[in-house]
């Protein structure tokens, strides 16, 4: 039990739609970062938020975007989903960033049919 | 090529037996993650490193900075720690910014009773 929590669990869009999904930290959890894990696949880097503002991104495009609220939940959004969207979504929270203990969500199962 | 590369990619074995996982990255990084995901997603961090070794309970985590290179050991191996072991390095980053974890693969283990 991580203290870290996702919705929704699993998901099922059309391509072009769009899609929220959100994580809850811990307490005292400036730091959320999001990643993106295909099947067979390490996790792939998103985007960080410290403190509500974006102070990071991976090679993700633009209709891939965040919201980090003061009461230590966040969001991804995707916008124009496509097929290779389809994937493992997980959210990982810590109090200052990747050189603290991280504590991931569960995950939320993407399908774009 | 991948920055991180783990070997083995899967690894079967009788439970008790001595199991080393392997992880080689090829760039400059500030720490080391080794993780754990079971089935349905949910990752559990096991432990930080940024030089050294680290043990907690059955697990020992070394590493070897100036051969860019760590080890996860599990002694006396049980049915239960039948999950994918990953290892995420940070990278060194001169630009600003923050880069969040890279990835390996994962490396599957099973420990057959």
């Known amino acids: 039990e991580t203290g870290v929590t996702q919705s929704p669990t699993h998901l099922i869009k059309t391509r072009g739609q769009q899609v929220t999904l959100r994580c809850s930290s811990q307490s005292g959890h400036n730091t959320v970062s999001w990643y993106q894990q295909a099947l067979g696949q390490g996790p792939q880097f998103i985007f960080q938020y410290y403190r509500e503002e974006e102070n990071g991104r991976g090679n993700f495009p633009p209709r891939f975007s965040g919201l980090q609220f003061p009461n230590y939940s966040s969001e991804l959004n995707v916008n124009a989903l496509e097929l290779d969207d389809s994937a493992l979504y997980l959210c990982?929270?810590?109090?200052?960033?990747?050189?603290?203990?991280?504590?991931f969500g569960p995950g939320t199962r993407l399908t774009v049919l | 090529k991948n920055e991180v590369e783990q070997s083995p990619q899967n690894l079967t074995a009788q439970e008790g037996e001595f199991i080393t996982i392997n992880c080689s990255y090829s760039v400059g990084i500030s720490a080391l993650h080794w993780l754990q995901q079971h089935p349905g997603g949910g990752i559990v961090s096991l432990f930080m490193l940024s030089s050294g070794k680290k043990k907690h309970g059955r697990l020992i985590a070394t590493i070897n900075i100036q051969e860019k290179h760590s080890s996860l050991h599990i002694t006396a191996s049980h049915p239960r720690d039948s999950a994918v072991y990953i290892c995420a390095v940070i990278l060194l980053y001169s630009g600003g910014g923050a880069d969040g974890l890279t990835f390996g693969k994962g490396t599957h283990l099973i420990i057959q009773p």
């Open positions: 990982a929270s810590s109090t200052s960033g990747p050189g603290d203990t991280q504590y």
